[in-house]
């Protein structure tokens, strides 16, 4: 579980930094990895 926490935390770390670049990135893509992240945490704290 914390392999896949800290993948989610670092790939929406990476698509912040995209979308700070400029580069218009689709909000399912976001949104995505934002649930996986919350799935994760809420695992891992239950």
């Given at each position: 579980m914390?392999?896949?926490f800290y993948t989610a935390n670092e790939g929406?770390?990476?698509t912040e930094n995209?979308?700070?670049f400029?580069?218009?990135l689709p909000p399912d893509?976001?949104?995505a990895?934002?649930?996986l992240k919350d799935n994760t945490?809420?695992?891992m704290l239950g």
């Open positions: 914390a392999v896949l929406i770390s990476v995209i979308v700070l400029g580069v218009h893509i976001l949104d990895l934002k649930k945490e809420n695992k």
